[in-house]
C-alpha cells in the first residue's frame, strides 16, 4: 500500500500538446482524474505533489501552425491561454507548472542531456535516422505516417492509438512523409542514444512492484519476450529544445525531454536552487516515485521510457509507483475531431458551464474501463438530478438511502479515491448515494470531485 511510504509521491498530470485547446474528452481523462486524486490524498495527509504543464516541443504543433498558415509562437501562446484557462475553470490544481518556455526548465534538460552522453551514460553512435526525399525534413513524430507494425492500423511515429504499441519512423511499416507523400530515405547520424535493453532488469522490477492495470500489463508483457528498442534521444531536426557543443545541430527528442522533466519538475519543486544533474538527482532522496495519469496509448512512454531515463539520470529508487489509464471518449456516438470540429472545447463549455457539476459528470461518465460518450441529454439529466443534491436538498418524495448504508457509501467514495484502485466513477456513485440520506455534503470525497476547498477539519489530516 502506498499508504505506508514516507516520502513524496509525484501525481503527473499530463501536459498537453498545444496544438489545439483541450476537450472535455481530455478532461474526462487524465485531467480531471489526476486533480481529484491530488487533492484526495492532500486531504488524508499523504505528502504528493502534483505536476503539471504544457508540452510545447512535439512537432505535431508546428505542423498544426503549417497546416493553419498561422505564425506558430503566435499560435502557442494562443493554444496555450485556451488550455490554462481550462485547468483554472476546470479547477485543475498543481503544486509545480512545467513549463517549457521557460529559460531555466530549458537550460535543466539540456544540460542533463549533455552531462549524460560526456559521461557515456548515453553514448554517441550512429543511428539510421530517416529522412524525407522531397521535402527533406527528418521523418519523426507527426512528420511520419505508415502502419503499426503490431496491429497494422495506420499512425504516425508516435505511438498506435487502438493497440497502444510504440511507433516510430525505424518501426513503422511503408513510412512516408506526412508533409508531402515523399519517400523516406535513409539518413546515417551520429546521435544519442539509449540502450533501453540495458535497462531491463531495473524496469522489470519497477513493472513487478508498481500497481498498473491489466491493459497496461498487456503491452508491456510484449517486452518481456521482445527485445527492448535503442532509443533515439536527440537528432537534426527542426524543432524542439536545441543543443550545443558537441551536440549542435541536434534537439532533444520530445518524449525524451517529457521523461527528463519528471526527474527535474519535482526536484525544482522541492529544491528550487538545484541547478544541476547531481543536486536533481539527490532532491529524489525525499521522492518515492511516480504515478502517472495518462492515456492507454502513451504505455510505452510512461512505463518503459520514462522509468528507463530516470535510471539512466542516477536516480536510485524507482519512478513508476504506478498508473491510472483512461479509453477514448466519445462526443454523441462519435470520436472527437478537431478537423471535422466535433467537440466541446473545455475552455468555451465551462464558461457558462458550473464547473462542479461539470467535473461531477465527466467523473461518472469516465471513460475508464471502456470507451464512454459524452450526451447532452445525459449531462442535462444529470445535472438536474445532482443540483439539488449538492445544495443539500434530497428530492422530495424518493426513498433516502438508511443512515447506516449512506455512512458505508460515503466510506467507498473516499476509498474509491486512494491512489490504488483509484475509480472516481465509483467514487460519485456512492456519494450521490450518501446524498440522498442528507450526509456527505461536507466530505472529502464531495471536495475532490467537485474541487472545492477541503473541509478544514480534513487539513492536514493523517
Ligand atoms: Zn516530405
Ligand atoms: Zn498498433
Redesign the pocket.
Known sequence: MTQQQSGVTAIVIPQPTVNGPLHIGHLSGPYLAGDIAARAAKARGERVLALAGVDVHPNYVLTKAEILGEDVEEMVAKYRAQITTAFDLARIGYDAFLDPQDKGYQRAIASMVTELVANGTLPMEEFTLLQCSDCKRTLHHSYVVGK?S????G?NGTS?E????L?SAQNLVDPSCARCGGSPRPMVETIPVLHLEDYRERLVAEWMQAELPGRVRAVLEHYLRAPLPDYPIAYPTNWGIELDGQLAGMRVDFPTELGFSYVYGPANALHPDADCLADWVGAWDEMDGVWHFNGMDNTFYFAVLYPAISAAAGVPGVHLLGATVNELYRLEGKKFSTSRNHALWADEFLSTEDPELVRLYLSWDRPDRYESDFTHEGYRAFCEYVRPLLAGRPHAGAAALPAVLATAELERAEQALHLTGFDSALAIRSLMAALTAGTGIDSVAMAALTGRELPPWSRGRS
Open positions: 503499426c503490431v496491429c497494422g492500423s499512425a498506435c487502438p493497440c497502444g504499441s511507433t
